[in-house]
């Protein structure tokens, strides 16, 4: 147990030193895209559109759902080529090959929580007031970052058999962004609400309108978010470890 942490430890290290090995700006890029995506969106939904104009601070709301879904995004594309990219030391050594595709989401999930912690400053300097809901915070990175490794579990097996899965993800992740409420609050009567429930069965969806409650709003999540995100985790991560375990040994002769 203890090696597998160390295991797990030395290759999260590994995945952050190098990212950002010859990087002038290093861990500032994962704050960049999304701020650079923040600017385009609000452009578009309150210039051109004029779909944001009725939040206030639209740029801020958008930046709270941007910065866990590029994690939740950045995972899974990392995900598809963590065995791949490990030929030799998976071949080299016996260890729990799971923590290959989980490292890659501690990376990730690490560089959110310090862009997040930034997020709250420039909150705070626009005049909103932390409340105490942000304690249920913690709760919801956990259960994004568990059910976000029970995705990356399985990518991570099929890129092996199937490389398209690589490319699949990145048309899928596109679609799959629009169909979650990240440029736009559910409950506000922006879109129609028989979509609005069909999105709510979104697996992050649950886990967006917690961020937006708890930082943007500063209100305690509903409970619908709690129940889907808790119900979504555990059925995604249960799928991930079974058919990461039953496809290893064959994986490994794949390779």
């Not at 895209?33 to 578009?44: E, R």
């Not at 490990?86 to 071949?91: A, C, D, E, S, V």
Request: net charge positive; proline share 5%; glycine share 6%.
């Amino acid at each position: 147990m203890t090696g597998g942490l160390l295991l797990m430890k030395s290759l999260v290290e590994k995945d952050l030193k190098v990212r950002y090995k010859r990087s002038f700006l290093g861990f500032l890029w994962f704050l960049l895209k999304p701020l650079f995506s923040m600017v385009v969106y609000t452009v578009v939904f309150t210039r051109i559109l004029r779909f944001g104009g009725a939040i206030e601070h639209f740029s801020l709301f958008l930046l709270t759902g941007l910065l866990p879904w590029n994690f939740f995004a950045a995972s899974l594309s990392a995900s598809a080529k963590t065995l791949l990219d490990n030929q030799k030391l998976i071949r080299s050594i016996y260890f729990p090959r799971v923590a290959l595709p989980i490292s890659s989401v501690i990376a990730n999930a690490v560089h959110m929580l310090m862009a997040l912690g930034v997020l709250e400053i420039v909150l705070i300097a626009f005049g909103r007031t932390p409340n105490l809901s942000l304690i249920t915070l913690p709760f919801a990175v956990i259960l994004l970052a568990a059910m976000t490794s029970g995705f990356s579990m399985m990518i991570s097996v099929g890129n092996v058999y199937y490389r398209d899965v690589s490319q699949f993800l990145e048309m899928i992740l596109l679609a799959w962004f629009y169909a979650s409420p990240i440029i736009y609050p559910l409950g506000a009567g922006i879109i129609p609400e028989r979509m609005e429930s069909i999105i709510r069965f979104n697996p992050v969806a649950g886990a967006m309108e917690i961020f937006h409650s708890t930082m943007y709003y500063g209100k305690w999540p509903e409970l619908w978010a709690w129940i889907s995100l808790t119900a979504w985790t555990a059925v995604i991560l249960a799928a991930g470890l079974l058919i990461f375990k039953r496809m290893e040994p064959s994986v490994v002769k794949e390779l």
